[in-house]
């Protein structure tokens, strides 16, 4: 099984993404031929003006998901820029969907109204969606790791390789999505596959971990400054409450959130929550540097990773490298494509250096 996933460029990541996302990636690469792709175009919706803080972000996530364990060995990671494919692909699509179905999507709506973009946003934006399909369908990928947000561009997706497959492989309009591979279309219909994904809180108590929010505890975070940042972590009320300290439910009080996630032993998050409900001689204290050591231990093995991905260089030849891997599959789907829909005049090879 193929499966692609990419994220845009936001900088370095955080607790919150190995929780959300990057742990299952690095799981998968033993299962699965995997792509992941630094959606750095995409980034460009919103941020045409920072050109160059786009650059450098997309170094850092290539370099933190790298200390993460996502390992080029076993996947690829690379630039969707560096993929022509790619936006050769949206711009032959882009012309399969109605303009309207473009906008109808709840996910671009939201992304609208949140940005606060009116009428004021670039042609580009809405593109996006579109380049999104192209990123998946460029694979011809079976499935989709992605958050619950992302599954309105999956549906996209699927449209987009119906409707291809339909109008220019042959494929019978009634045809089950899984036999249009086998029925002679290009492309297979992509799943989402969206998983139990958590969702973290940050270390406000309050509100989904996030770097703008400043609540976040970075991969790159020190022993010290891990333990700094938890020990902040509001409990959302005082754990004893004098009259009935038997009453307090663990659920309700965030920091159990980051004994459930990071303690790996169940037996010592049990004795933590029983002896936390029944106010048995615990307190926030303890739990937090319970959850403190858990934490340093996930991210030791990922700081020493640091050391060798320090050099802007190395995680560039990764991309490169990754890059590579990656348009021999999608020169492969656009020679594909470009066959079924008639546009095929001649041949070509990419090359990187
Ligand atoms: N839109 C996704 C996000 O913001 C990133 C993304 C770009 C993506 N291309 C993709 C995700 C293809 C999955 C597949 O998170």
Redesign the pocket.
């Known amino acids: 099984m193929r499966v692609?996933?990419?994220?845009?460029p936001t900088g370095n990541l955080h607790l919150g993404h190995w929780v959300g996302s990057v742990k299952r990636r690095v799981q998968m690469q033993d299962t699965h031929e995997c792509y992941f792709?630094v959606?750095n175009m995409?980034a460009f919706t919103t941020r045409a003006d920072k050109a160059s803080d786009i650059r450098r972000d997309c170094i850092e996530v290539a370099r933190d998901a790298l200390c993460m364990g996502i390992d080029p060995e076993r996947s690829a990671m690379f630039l969707?820029t560096e993929v022509p494919a790619i936006a050769e692909l949206t711009y032959l699509f882009a012309m399969l969907l109605p303009y309207n179905r473009v906008m109808r999507n709840p996910t671009l709506k939201d992304e609208l109204e949140i940005k606060g973009l009116k009428d004021n946003y670039s042609f580009g934006f809405p593109l996006?969606t579109v380049?999104?399909t192209a990123?998946?369908l460029a694979f011809r990928a079976h499935a989709?790791p992605?958050?619950e947000d992302?599954v309105p561009?999956i549906e996209l997706t699927r449209e987009v390789a119906r409707r291809f497959n339909k109008m220019y492989c042959g494929v019978p309009d009634k045809a089950p999505d899984e036999e249009h591979e086998s029925l002679g279309g290009v492309f297979p219909i992509p799943v989402a596959d969206v998983g139990e994904v958590g969702r973290l809180v940050g270390i406000d108590g309050q509100n989904k971990m996030s770097k703008s929010l400043g609540n976040s505890v970075e991969i790159r975070d020190t022993a010290k400054q891990v333990k700094k940042k938890i020990g902040k972590i509001y409990t959302g009320q005082d754990s004893r409450q004098p009259d009935d300290p038997g009453e307090i439910d663990p659920a309700k009080n965030p920091l159990f959130q980051y004994v459930e996630t990071f303690i790996a032993d169940p037996d010592r998050v049990v004795e933590l929550r029983d002896r936390y409900a029944r106010g048995d001689n615990i307190g926030d204290g303890e739990v937090k540097m319970a959850v403190v050591d858990a934490i340093n231990e996930l991210l030791e093995p990922m700081r020493e990773r640091r050391e060798r991905y320090a050099s802007d260089d190395v995680v560039l030849e990764i991309l490169m490298e990754g890059s590579r891997k990656a348009n021999v599959i999608a020169e492969e789907t656009l020679a594909m494509a470009k066959d079924a829909a008639s546009l095929r005049f001649f041949d070509r090879t990419i090359e990187l250096s």
Do not use: P, R, S
């Not at 692609?4 to 845009?8: H, I, R």
């Open positions: 692609l996933t990419g994220d845009t792709l959606a995409h969707q996006y380049g999104q990123d998946i989709v992605v958050g992302q561009h």
